[in-house]
């Protein structure tokens, strides 16, 4: 069960990894053992997302742009690239909540207009990263936290049909918590998958998420000058 969890949070997130690409104008393609683009990615987004366990590294790294700043999305914690140049950039899990009652807490609001993304984008610190096409997109919600000045204290993104996928969740004033459950609050009875690693696993598992398996991303290291 946790390997069909780990493989549909893969697929959701190399999906919502190709909506933000294709938003930049940077087209993707899915193989059967990987997602992957041909041009480097926005700023925090990988080149390649793998799909299933075994991937061959040489056949994976020939679809990118494996040059320095390239990044690779080890969905199942399988492919060493120390050999290629690249380092570990961070470990993390993998995290699954099944549908269940939500809780009784105030729901996060969507963002609907391109004046108020610009001001989430601001809070969250991914500054031109998420375009107004976004909004566009009927698989992507994007979601805020207003505090009593009507300023964003906290958000997230949540993508995908069938299975949702939580990303880019962020408290600027608000409780890590409470955006945790205003999420849930947003969206009741929906399965859910996301990933998260360090103290940001904390919350998500007090949410009631579940850390089901590692994932790993690789950055290609920029050569130093001699």
């Known amino acids: 069960m946790d390997e069909d969890v780990r493989s549909a949070a893969a697929r959701n997130n190399a ?3 190709d909506v933000v690409c294709g938003s930049h104008g940077v ?3 899915f193989d059967a053992d990987a997602w992957s683009t041909p041009r480097r990615s926005p700023t925090w987004y990988p080149d390649a997302v793998t799909l299933r366990p075994g991937v061959d590294a040489d056949a994976l790294l020939a679809r990118i742009d494996a040059g320095p700043g390239a990044s690779v999305k080890d969905s199942f914690a399988d492919l060493d690239l120390s ?4 380092r570990v950039l961070f470990d993390a899990q993998w995290i699954h909540r099944p549908p269940t009652d939500p809780p009784a807490d105030p729901p996060l609001t969507r963002v609907t207009t391109p004046d108020r993304l610009a ?3 601001v809070a969250h610190g991914g500054g031109e990263l998420f375009q107004p096409a976004l909004l566009a997109n009927p698989r992507v919600r994007v979601l805020a936290r207003y505090d009593d000045r009507g300023e964003v204290a906290g958000g997230a993104v949540v993508s995908g049909d069938g299975v949702y996928g939580v990303s880019n969740l962020f408290a600027r004033t608000a409780e890590p918590d409470e955006v ?7 969206l009741p009875r929906l399965p859910l998958v996301g990933y998260e690693s360090g103290p940001d696993l904390t919350p998500a598992l007090k949410a009631g998420f579940t850390a089901v398996a590692p994932l790993r991303v690789w950055l290609q290291a920029t050569p130093q000058p001699r």
């Open 180 to 186: 945790w459950r205003g999420v849930l609050a947003a």
């Open 15 to 17: 999906e919502w990894c």
């Open 27 to 29: 087209a993707g393609r």
């Open 119 to 121: 001001a989430w984008a």
């Open 83 to 86: 050999g290629y140049g690249f």
